[in-house]
């Protein structure tokens, strides 16, 4: 009966996780089309991880180093889930990170790889 248990877990832990992933990419979607005015087309996502510990100093620098006028999910854990887009823009490839709520509502902060803020 025990082995029962622990494959239902799993599976619930599976599809908790897929669910997941899916709401990160349609709210980095969102965020990339509302909020940077970006017309792109996606080429790949990361799995959606979690950080921990992550400092107000860190998702200030983060925020300032953004164009101005950005609105962020606000923010008051300590933990973030993270996913990164790789996109074409126009016939660049680029890459971001995005730093999402716990529940992957709404972006905090993020990052374009290679901006020199790791």
């Not at 990419?25 to 940077?36: C, H, I, N, P, R």
Request: hydrophobic fraction near 40%; aromatic fraction near 12%.
């Amino acid at each position: 009966m025990k082995p029962l248990y622990i494959l239902i877990g799993m599976a619930v832990l599976l599809f908790a996780s897929c669910g997941q992933q899916h709401e990160a990419k349609s709210v980095v979607k969102d965020f990339m089309s509302e909020q940077l005015h970006k017309d792109v087309s996606y080429l790949d996502f990361t799995d959606v991880d979690s950080t921990h510990f992550f400092t107000d100093s860190l998702v200030q620098a983060l925020r300032q180093r953004a164009p101005q006028g950005i609105q962020y999910q606000q923010w008051n854990d300590r933990i973030l889930l993270h996913i990164r887009a790789q996109y074409l823009e126009g016939n660049d490839t680029c890459s971001a990170t995005f730093y999402l709520d716990r529940n992957a509502t709404g972006v905090v902060a993020f990052k374009m790889n290679g901006d020199g803020v790791d």
